[in-house]
């Protein structure tokens, strides 16, 4: 397995895993959306044991999202880094906070139910940089 590093926005707060343990995911559900103000967030699940918190940790702030979900981020800039359920043996992982490759791809769209109107899956145009 890849040691990986990932970090918040201002990295004020980093962590470390031993590799990504699930296939990634893009999470469509309204917490994700809401929690990370975009159309989803790509998550992978790490086993505990494969997780560590390597500076900062006692600048995290918590949500409870839903009853047993708390979603773990900076209170200085804002980036989600992970959440969890205290009863699973894995966290989640934010994989757009790693700051290393995880050499994986995207395997699946989940809770696509909740998705709105402006999400419906269309050919859109796409551009390498803002186009403003």
Do not use: N
């Amino acid at each position: 397995m890849k040691k990986l590093r990932g970090s918040c926005l201002c990295k004020a707060i980093e962590y470390e895993v031993d590799g990504l343990d699930m296939p990634i995911s893009h999470c469509h559900c309204h917490t994700c959306r809401k929690a990370h103000a975009a159309a989803f967030a790509s998550t992978a699940g790490v086993m505990r044991e494969h997780f560590r918190w390597t500076k900062g940790q006692e600048r995290l702030s918590h949500f409870e999202s839903s009853p047993g979900k708390f979603r773990h981020f900076c209170p200085a800039c804002g980036s989600h880094l992970m959440a969890e359920r205290l009863t699973q043996p894995h966290v989640i992982v934010r994989v757009a906070t790693l700051d290393d490759d995880p050499g994986m791809t995207p395997q699946a769209h989940i809770w696509t139910s909740h998705d709105v109107p402006w999400l419906a899956h269309e050919t859109v145009e796409k551009h390498p940089q803002w186009q403003g």
